[in-house]
């Protein structure tokens, strides 16, 4: 299947500093990807659809001044946590189709980023 | 809309046993289902897909869901769990085509007990 991966895998920062984290596709080129947050024994919720070439569509109250993302090619995307809280900690995971290939209608997973602000 | 719900968020069987982790869907268009399985800090695998082709549906490390419309299930199933499929599962609900976000339940923590 296609290998989609982030950087970093893990990060510690302080209170008022940003952190960019990369999600690539490493073998399919992907014009869609979706940035997910995952909170401490809670399900995934998705935050926003990020488009190549084009802005990023924000999920209901998240704030897109606060998450900045970055879709400048086929096969990155980037998401920039800006002044991060302590409360920004959470696990962040990004995922892209390969519409291309017989898999179309499958999501492919990063392995995460583990974001602790201090 | 789409969404999905899990019953029971956690679930401990013993090494050998039936596993049954539960999943009912609700959408407003022809659904595509799937099941995730996350280990501790690392990111999500699929385990299987539901994509309006059988209704039963075999995945990886022996697991198998079953579609029924009818019921709008789309339940987990293993016949002899195993230690190592200790971890998080996730069902999940799409739209038509992968460019459709994932709509994830809110997880079943399997436990398996030696």
């Known amino acids: 299947g296609a290998v989609v991966s982030q950087h970093p895998s893990r990060v510690i920062c302080k209170s008022g500093t940003s952190v960019k984290i990369e999600c690539r596709s490493l073998d399919f080129q992907a014009t869609t990807m979706f940035w997910y947050r995952q909170f401490p024994k809670q399900s995934l919720m998705l935050m926003a659809t990020s488009n190549e070439g084009s802005k990023a569509t924000y999920e209901q109250g998240v704030e897109k001044d606060k998450f900045l993302i970055n879709h400048a090619s086929l096969t990155l995307s980037t998401l920039t946590v800006t002044s991060a809280h302590p409360e920004d900690s959470s696990f962040y995971i990004c995922?892209?189709?390969?519409?291309?290939?017989?898999?179309?209608?499958?999501?492919?997973f990063g392995p995460g980023t583990r974001l602790t602000v201090l | 809309a789409q969404s999905v719900t899990q019953l029971g968020s956690h679930v401990s069987v013993s090494e050998g046993a039936l596993v049954l982790l539960r999943c009912n869907y609700s959408?407003?268009?022809?659904?595509?289902l799937f099941w995730y399985v996350q280990y501790p800090n690392q990111g999500l695998q699929l385990l299987l897909k539901y994509t309006s082709a059988a209704t039963l549906v075999k995945g990886i490390n022996g697991f198998e869901a079953e579609f029924k419309k009818s019921e709008t299930s789309f339940h987990l199933t293993k016949p002899s769990a195993h230690m190592s499929d200790a971890a998080e599962y996730f069902c999940a609900v799409s739209g038509k085509t992968g460019a459709n976000n994932l709509f994830f339940g809110t997880g079943t923590r399997l436990t398996v007990i030696p």
């Open positions: 995922s892209a189709p390969d519409v291309t290939s017989r898999s179309y209608n499958e999501q492919f």
């Open positions: 959408s407003s268009v022809p659904p595509y």
